[in-house]
C-alpha cells in the first residue's frame, strides 16, 4: 500500500434497517498508523460501520476501500481485517493459548512459528501465565486481553475496536 493510499476510505456509505437509517452517506478517510475514534450516543451507527468494514455486514449504497482495494470484493475472512468486539466472542471450549492460536491454525502456518507468535503477543498483552486457562477462569479485563491477543496474533492491516 502506497504512503498515501488510505488505509481504510468510506465512501457515501449508507445503511439501512427498514425504515431507520443507521448510516447516511458517511465519508471518512483514516491513514495507514492512524488512530482513529468514532464517538456518539448509542444507536448512531459505530457498530453498523464497524461491521460494514469488517466484512460482516453490508451497505446499501457506498464504497468501503481497505488499502485501495474495493473491500465488495473481498470476504470477512480474506479481509486484511481484525475486529476486537466488547463481548470478546471468545471460544469457551478453547484454552487461551487456542483461543489465540485459532486464526493462524485456519490460515495453516506452521506450529513453530504459531507458538512463537501466539508467546509473543501472549507477553506483549501480559497474559503469559494464563495458556491454559478457559474463557470461565479469566476475569473480564483478562478476557478483554485474550480477545485483543487473538486480534493482534494475525498482523492484521487493519484493527478495529468495538467498545474496547
Do not use: W
Amino acid at each position: 500500500m502506497a504512503n498515501d493510499t488510505p488505509a481504510i476510505q468510506v465512501e457515501d456509505l449508507v445503511r439501512r434497517f427498514g425504515d431507520v437509517e443507521a448510516l447516511s452517506h458517511v465519508n471518512v478517510s483514516i491513514r495507514k498508523g492512524e488512530f482513529f475514534s468514532l464517538l456518539g450516543p448509542s444507536g448512531c451507527g459505530k457498530t453498523t460501520l464497524l461491521r460494514i468494514i469488517g466484512g460482516l455486514d453490508f451497505p446499501d449504497e457506498g464504497v468501503v476501500r481497505i488499502g485501495g482495494t474495493d473491500a465488495r470484493e473481498i470476504p470477512a475472512h480474506r479481509r486484511p481485517v481484525n475486529t476486537v468486539f466488547q463481548s470478546y466472542a471468545l471460544f469457551p471450549h478453547l484454552t487461551v493459548y487456542d483461543n489465540i492460536a485459532f486464526g493462524l491454525r485456519m490460515k495453516n502456518v506452521p506450529k513453530p512459528q504459531i507458538s512463537e507468535r501466539v508467546k509473543k503477543v501472549m507477553d506483549l498483552v501480559e497474559i503469559g501465565p494464563l495458556g491454559g486457562r478457559k474463557p470461565s477462569q479469566l476475569s473480564g479485563g483478562q478476557k478483554q486481553r485474550v480477545a485483543l491477543a487473538r486480534a493482534v496474533v494475525n498482523e492484521p492491516q487493519v484493527l478495529l475496536l468495538d467498545e474496547p
